[in-house]
C-alpha cells in the first residue's frame, strides 16, 4: 500500500469542506459517512500531536479485543452425536467408561452452580459462641400452654456475623523485672510457652500469599498495616517471604524433578521486568547479554496431580524447559511439548520432545480478521469449533488417550483433511495473497500442520495450551501490581514462592496452612521432601502427631 499524501486543512478549509459535502449531490448516508471519517482523521492527527498514544491504545479504540465470534443468530452448531460413533462394546475395548444418555442433561429445576449463599460450614475460621435460651430450657411447659413441653433440638439455629478486624494481630507482653538489691542481677518473667521470634509462621506465610498469589504489593501492604496500628514495612515483609521461601526450596527442587517425567509440559512465557538488569544493561550497553527478562511458566502431571513451576531469570521458555528436562528419565518416552510456535519455544537440540502446537493460537489468527474476510475465516472457525466439540464428548464420556484418538481420528480427522485442502486452493488459486494478514494466516497453519494436528496421531496430546495460559495470569497479575523485581534473586524467589502457592492451589490444600506447616517442620522437609508435597503432607502430620496410631497399622 501506497503512503498516502498528507494534507494540512485550517479550521476554515475544514468548514467550507464540510458545507460543500452538504451541499453535494450525495444520498444523506453518504454525506454523514465522509464527515464522520474527516471528523476521525482531525481527531486521530490531535492524539498523536497532543497526546502520549500507543499503537495499543489505537487498537483498543479500533479494533474490538475480544475472541468471540459474532455469528448470526440462524447459524446452528455442528450436529454431533455420540451415540452413533462408539458402541458400547467397543467402548468398553478400548477403555471407555461407560456413558449413559441422560448424562450432561441439566435438570431444568436445578438451580446453577455458583449461586445463593455461602454454607455456615465454609466459615471454617469462625468462633463459634453458644447461645443459650434467656427465658427457657429443656423440660419446661410450652410458653403457648398446649399442654407439652419443651425439649432440645439436634441442630441449632446458625447466625453468621462478619466484623472488621486486621490482617496482622500484634500483642504486647510486658514481662515483670526484678533486680536484687545487692548483686544488681535482673530477672525477667518468661514468655508464655512456644512465644519464642516476633514473627509466627503462619504470619509469614500470609505474607507471602498476598504478594505471591494476590498481588499485593509489599509497599502497599505496609501502608495498610500503618493504618491498622499493627506497622510492617516492607523490608520486614520481604525478609519474611525469604524465610518462607528457605523453608519450601527443597519442595520446589522436588516439584521441578517430578515436573520432568511429566508426559505433556505445557509452557509459554511472559515479559518480566528486573531493574539490576535494566541499570547494567544502561551503563555498559555494549554487553553480549540479551536484552530481554521472562518469567517462563510450565505445566504438567505427577500421578494426577497437577504441577506448576515458574521461572524469571534471562531465558526464554524453550531454555528453561531444557534445563528441566535434564532431570528427566532417559527410560521414558519423549515430553509431549504444548507451545505456540514461537521460536523461543524450542528446546536444546540435545532433548528430544514431541512438539504440539496450540490450536487457539492458530485460530486467533482468523478470528481477528473475521469482520474483513468472513466468508474465508468462517471456513477456518466453523472447522475448529466442530473439533473442540468432538473433544467436549470426549471429555464428557471421559474416553482414556486411546479411545480418545480413535475417535478423533474418525470423526476430526476428516474436517481437517478438507481444511488443509480448501487452504491450498485458496493459495494456489492466488484468492488470498501471500504477503497479506490472510494469506499469512494460510501459511502458518500449512507450515505448522504437522504439529497443529498431533492430536490426529498421538493418544493423549492436547489441542490447546489454555492450561498453561491460565497459570500465566498468576506472573502477570503479580508483575502488574508490583510492576518489578529489583535483582535476579528476587525474581527466584518470588518464582518458587509462587510454584509451590499455584500448585498447593491446584491440589486442594489451602497455600496459608501448608506454607505454615512447612515451615514449623522445615527441618523434616528437607531430609524428607517427598513426604511434605502438598497432596500428601497431611498424612505426613497425621502420622506425627499420632505415632502410636501408626504403629498400630
Known amino acids: 500500500m501506497k503512503l498516502p499524501k498528507i494534507e494540512t486543512l485550517s479550521p476554515e478549509a475544514y468548514q467550507d469542506l464540510q458545507q460543500a459535502i452538504t451541499a453535494s449531490s450525495l444520498s444523506q448516508d453518504h454525506k454523514a459517512l465522509v464527515i464522520g471519517v474527516l471528523d476521525l482523521c482531525l481527531w486521530l492527527q490531535q ?50 467408561l461407560p456413558v449413559n444418555a441422560d448424562d450432561g442433561v441439566k435438570d431444568d429445576q436445578q438451580p446453577p452452580k455458583g449461586h445463593g449463599r455461602i454454607a455456615a460450614e465454609a466459615y471454617t475460621a469462625a468462633e463459634t459462641i453458644m447461645l443459650n435460651h434467656p427465658d427457657y430450657a429443656p423440660g419446661d411447659p410450652c410458653p403457648l400452654q398446649c399442654g407439652g413441653r419443651l425439649y432440645q433440638l439436634k441442630t441449632p439455629g446458625v447466625f453468621i456475623r462478619i466484623e472488621g478486624g486486621q490482617l496482622f494481630e500484634a500483642y504486647r507482653y510486658e514481662q515483670q523485672r526484678l533486680r536484687c538489691a545487692v548483686c544488681g542481677e535482673v530477672f525477667k518473667a518468661s514468655l508464655p510457652p512456644g512465644i519464642i521470634n516476633k ?109 506448576y513451576i515458574f521461572i524469571t531469570s534471562l531465558n526464554h521458555a524453550g531454555e528453561n524447559l531444557s534445563e528441566v528436562l535434564a532431570q528427566r528419565d532417559e527410560s521414558l518416552p519423549p515430553v509431549m511439548q504444548a507451545c505456540d510456535a514461537l521460536k523461543s519455544n524450542q528446546v536444546d537440540d540435545a532433548f528430544t520432545t514431541l512438539v504440539c502446537h496450540c490450536l487457539v493460537h492458530g485460530r486467533r489468527k482468523f478470528i481477528n480478521l473475521e469482520s474483513y474476510y468472513p466468508d474465508q475465516t468462517g471456513m477456518v472457525l466453523d472447522t475448529i469449533s466442530a473439533v473442540y466439540a468432538h473433544e467436549a464428548k470426549c471429555q464428557e464420556a471421559n474416553l482414556f488417550p486411546k479411545a480418545r ?29 501471500p504477503n497479506s494478514p490472510l494469506g499469512k494466516s494460510y501459511n502458518y497453519w500449512l507450515k505448522h500442520w504437522q504439529t497443529l494436528t498431533r492430536f490426529l496421531t498421538h493418544e493423549g496430546v492436547p489441542l490447546d495450551t489454555n492450561r498453561v495460559e491460565r497459570a500465566l495470569k498468576l506472573a502477570i497479575r503479580v508483575r502488574n501490581n508490583s510492576l518489578f523485581y529489583k535483582t535476579l534473586n528476587g525474581g527466584h524467589v518470588g518464582s518458587v514462592l509462587m510454584s509451590v502457592i499455584h500448585t498447593a492451589l491446584h491440589n486442594g490444600i489451602n497455600p496459608i496452612d501448608y506454607l505454615t506447616d512447612l515451615q514449623i517442620h522445615a527441618q523434616y522437609v528437607k531430609q524428607s521432601p517427598k513426604q511434605w ?11 506425627m502427631n499420632n505415632p502410636q496410631e501408626d504403629l498400630a497399622a
Open 47 to 96: 492524539k498523536l500531536t497532543f497526546s502520549k498514544i500507543s499503537i495499543n491504545t489505537l487498537k483498543k479504540v479500533f479494533v474490538i479485543q475480544t475472541e468471540k465470534r459474532h455469528r448470526p443468530q440462524s447459524d446452528a452448531e455442528p450436529d454431533i452425536t455420540f451415540a452413533e460413533t462408539v458402541t458400547t462394546e467397543a467402548a468398553n475395548d478400548e477403555g471407555v
Open 199 to 307: 514473627y509466627d509462621e503462619r504470619s509469614k506465610a500470609m505474607i507471602a500469599v498476598l504478594k505471591y498469589q494476590l498481588g499485593l504489593p509489599l509497599y502497599r501492604l505496609a501502608q495498610w498495616q500503618r493504618q491498622t496500628g499493627v506497622p510492617l514495612p516492607d523490608t520486614t515483609q520481604w525478609e519474611r517471604c525469604v524465610e518462607v521461601y528457605q523453608a519450601i526450596l527443597p519442595i520446589y527442587h522436588l516439584l521441578v524433578n517430578y515436573l520432568a517425567q511429566s508426559p505433556c509440559i505445557y509452557q509459554d512465557d511472559t515479559w518480566a521486568r528486573i531493574l539490576s538488569v535494566k541499570t547494567q544493561k544502561e551503563h555498559d550497553p555494549q554487553r553480549p547479554d540479551r536484552k530481554g527478562t521472562y518469567t517462563t511458566a510450565l505445566v504438567g502431571d505427577y500421578s494426577n496431580h497437577p504441577l
Open 405 to 433: 484418538l480413535a475417535y478423533h481420528q474418525e470423526h476430526s480427522g476428516s474436517l481437517m483433511a478438507n481444511l488443509k485442502a480448501w487452504m491450498e486452493q485458496q493459495i494456489a488459486e492466488r484468492k488470498a495473497e
Open 533 to 543: 508435597l502438598p497432596w500428601c503432607y497431611q498424612e505426613t502430620l497425621n502420622s
